[in-house]
């Protein structure tokens, strides 16, 4: 199984939502656009980490995993999985 079909069948069963509309849903979670360099898209997720963190008093383990897991499908997006 291909990382791309392993991405596309696990966004549709995660978040029930074609691909595109993950994808898109990845990059408003990160708060970034499409277009942000792989570098801005790294820098954001770790300033995410830090709040959602949950060993941090803000933290929240659910926000985190949805954090991977949103970073994996911009990754696998952009054919670095």
């Not at 360099?37 to 949805?66: C, K, Q, T, W």
Request: proline share 2%; hydrophobic share 40%.
């Amino acid at each position: 199984m291909t990382a791309a079909h392993f991405s596309e069948e696990f966004t549709q069963w995660f978040f029930d939502l074609p691909k595109t509309e993950a994808l898109e849903k990845a990059y408003n979670a990160l708060e970034v656009h499409h277009t942000a360099s792989n570098s801005e898209i790294n820098r954001a997720f770790r300033s995410l980490s830090m709040i959602y963190h949950p060993d941090r008093r803000s933290g929240s383990e659910e926000r985190f995993m949805e954090l991977q897991i949103y970073m994996a499908i911009i990754k696998a997006a952009r054919g670095q999985l």
